[in-house]
């Protein structure tokens, strides 16, 4: 696999987005990581860059998504923030990669056994992180319907919330964002979304 340029990136399209990631994905998950020579890719991408994915994930240390989806420099745009959520600077991140840089596909990566989700569920405060916090609150709201007087602490409560937090982020996008939103319908972007089993290494599409 070599670097992207402006003419590679050009050809990939949303669909062959999700391909290069679940092949990326598949790689990892059977330890067969693709051979790259990492410092020859800082050659090449050191005057520009062409990522075909944008990837919000949580901060969590065991879901890196260059790791998970066995992508090299220069291949996708990492955004990192605690539970996945969304903010402003997030979405502006997401406009440039999609709009000015010209990545084809945004990924919403929630993941098992999340700290911040757990956190959320058992309604935590802790000064910066509480506002944080308050952001998978639609989500748990949703899981207290689907699962009506279960314990806020099971794993199932917990993982319902993650992939209902992932859910709600992808329509959170396309509400807030009028560029990406333009973009989604006019199918020159995908956004979707996703769950890392932390216990496996495999990521799902939902």
Do not use: W
């Not at 440039?96 to 700290?115: N, Q």
């Amino acid at each position: 696999m070599r670097t992207l340029t402006a003419t590679t990136q050009a050809t990939i399209t949303p669909a062959s987005a999700i391909k290069l990631l679940k092949e990326g994905n598949h790689r990892f998950v059977q330890n067969l990581k693709f051979n790259r020579n990492l410092l020859e890719q800082v050659n090449e991408t050191k005057d520009g860059q062409y990522p075909f994915a944008a990837i919000l994930s949580c901060m969590d240390s065991r879901t890196s998504a260059e790791l998970v989806f066995d992508q090299g420099l220069g291949d996708i745009f990492s955004i990192r923030i605690a539970g996945n959520v969304l903010n402003t600077d997030i979405l502006g991140s997401m406009e440039y990669a999609c709009k000015v840089v010209g990545s084809k596909l945004i990924v919403v990566l929630g993941h098992t056994k999340c700290g911040a989700i757990k956190g959320a569920c058992a309604g935590v405060k802790m000064d910066n992180l509480t506002g944080l916090l308050d952001k998978v609150k639609p989500a748990i709201s949703e899981a207290d319907t689907l699962l009506p007087n279960a314990d806020k602490s099971t794993t199932q409560f917990v993982e319902t919330v993650a992939e209902k937090n992932v859910l709600n982020t992808v329509k959170q996008i396309l509400e807030e964002s009028p560029i990406l939103r333009d973009l989604y319908e006019a199918n020159k972007i995908g956004i979707v979304p996703a769950m890392y089993i932390v216990e496996s290494g495999e990521v799902t599409f939902l």
